[in-house]
């Protein structure tokens, strides 16, 4: 068991006067929660919606979540309690991506809590409920367990394990992990030093090998979007400049290598992507930036925001002007500057 100091004389003041949660935060926390409860889409009843961790204790600051946990029964989800854990987990991550939900600059934390998990005796617990403390925190010494440790880096474990290399939203989701996890442990370190659990929570995280994990995941994302086929800078080049026009077969493997689609909503459904429209009128209403279009017969143009375009050809393959595809614009308009057409 470990001890973590208090640095605070006061509960945090944006959310409490004296024991007292302020204005109608009562009220909007409930209807968080329950629109949370609704989001897990399960027949368990709502034992308790309570406001818990650093937030409902002396050991808070200005990087502390605003932990809202449903309580439930697992029993009632189903009997298989690992899956259900999984299951809800799984529920959360996506609840996390989907609504990034903030109070005066701290994230709000949906859980959906065991009714039959033992909470530590020395944390501060409110039910938004009943209005009242089920346990009033206090400002002397707190002990933390090593289960405690676990179970605040449990969802994070879930999360990265959860990661996928071929998610198109991969950097957005780690990227997103990353801040929440610099803010717990600027959390910790900020009220309680090394042995905050919020610390400790992100040192369990790193020593088996989590942080590592996502770090070289968002290094393979990133500069794999910079890698760029030669080969189909070459075949664009060539067919802008009619040394060589492509085939369908051509056009599938540019698709592919792009990790392109092909879809007459384009830019509207698939922004950022590269896509394949099959017709020569274009349309860039609502597109905030510059796509690139190479139609079946060579022709080429730079179309800009809000206009419309019409081509020579029957299908136009569209390169949005992102950060993601800026290089291959540079090095296809390099290829074609002596003798290709563009507009």
């Known amino acids: ?28 926390f409930i209807q968080i929660a329950e ?20 937030n409902a204790n002396y050991n808070w600051t200005k990087y502390s979540d605003i932990d809202l946990h449903v309580v439930i029964n697992y029993l009632e989800v189903g009997d298989n309690l690992h899956l259900v854990e999984q299951y809800l987990r799984a529920k959360k991550s996506i609840w996390n991506t989907n609504y990034p ?20 005796s020395s944390v ?17 010494i707190i002990s933390i367990d090593d289960s405690d440790i676990e179970h605040k880096a449990a969802p994070y474990e879930y999360e990265i394990n959860a990661l996928k290399s071929d998610d198109p939203e991969l950097e957005y989701k ?32 790193r020593n088996k090998g989590y942080l590592n994990k996502i770090k070289e995941l968002l290094h393979k994302s990133v500069y794999g979007k910079l890698e760029i086929d030669e080969s189909v800078i070459d075949s664009l ?7 060589t026009i492509l085939s369908d077969d051509d056009w599938s493997n540019i698709i592919t290598k792009t990790n392109g689609v092909h879809d007459s909503m384009g830019q509207w459904k698939h922004p950022g992507k590269c896509t394949m429209i099959p017709s020569n009128n274009i349309t860039m209403k609502q597109v905030s930036y510059e796509v690139l279009g190479i139609d079946d017969t060579g022709h080429m143009i730079l179309m800009k925001p809000e206009r419309t375009y019409t081509f020579p050809g029957s299908k136009v393959f569209e390169i949005p002007r992102t950060p993601q595809w800026q290089t291959l614009m540079i090095q296809l308009a390099n290829k074609i500057r002596n003798g290709g057409r563009y507009v």
């Open 101 to 120: 939900l903030k109070y005066k600059g701290m994230n709000i934390e949906l859980y959906a809590q065991d009714s039959n998990d033992e909470l530590h």
């Open 237 to 243: 080049a060539k067919h802008v400049t009619k040394e």
């Open 174 to 205: 780690i990227k997103d992990i990353l801040e929440r996890l610099r803010n717990l442990r600027a959390a910790g370190l900020e009220a309680s030093g090394e042995y905050s659990i919020e610390n400790l929570a992100y040192k369990h995280l």
């Open 124 to 140: 501060g617990v409110y039910s938004l409920l009943h209005k009242k403390w089920i346990r009033k925190p206090s400002p002397e």
């Open 35 to 54: 629109h949370f409860y609704e989001f897990l889409e399960t027949s368990a009843t709502i034992l308790d919606i309570i406001l818990i961790g650093s």
């Open 1 to 28: 068991m470990l001890k973590e100091y208090q640095t605070q004389n006061s509960l945090n003041p944006k959310l409490w006067d004296d024991f007292h949660l302020k204005g109608n935060l009562q009220e909007k």
